[in-house]
């Protein structure tokens, strides 16, 4: 009696890419989503509609990371704080708050996007079926 070797190495690659790519994406859109609830509810002033509808992620399969944030120019003043063109009354410019949003809204959630990974890799590695 024999005993033979089923080689599953390919399937079991090609499993943990999809998993990546799935779990990456994943993580994407949540981000966005908790990202722009959060520039919507966690400030006292605001945050810009037009900076929440550009937020937007982008999944480099090479690196296996996701990069989540804007392309408005003014996100960077918004998020890093700036000095505002405003005056007060004494002439003195005021400088306007910091706002991170991105900083606060992943930072704060690091179990969510540990959760979605765990999901899509339990997901896409199940050889059972």
Do not use: C
Not at 19 to 33: D, F, Q
């Amino acid at each position: 009696m024999g005993v033979e070797f089923q080689d599953n190495r390919a399937a079991a690659r090609a499993a943990m890419e999809r998993a990546k790519l799935s779990a990456l994406t994943a993580i994407g859109m949540a981000a966005v989503e908790i990202t722009a609830n959060a520039m919507r509810q966690n400030y006292d002033e605001p945050i810009q509609q037009d900076l929440i509808d550009d937020l937007d992620f982008q999944v480099n399969e090479t690196a296996g990371t996701v990069d989540i944030g804007n392309r408005l120019g003014s996100s960077s003043q918004v998020h890093n704080g700036a000095p505002d063109v405003q005056e007060d009354a004494s002439g003195d410019v005021q400088e306007a708050a910091a706002r991170p949003y991105l900083r606060d809204a992943l930072s704060k959630n690091a179990d969510i996007w540990k959760e979605i990974a765990k999901e899509h890799t339990d997901k896409e590695m199940n050889f059972d079926d």
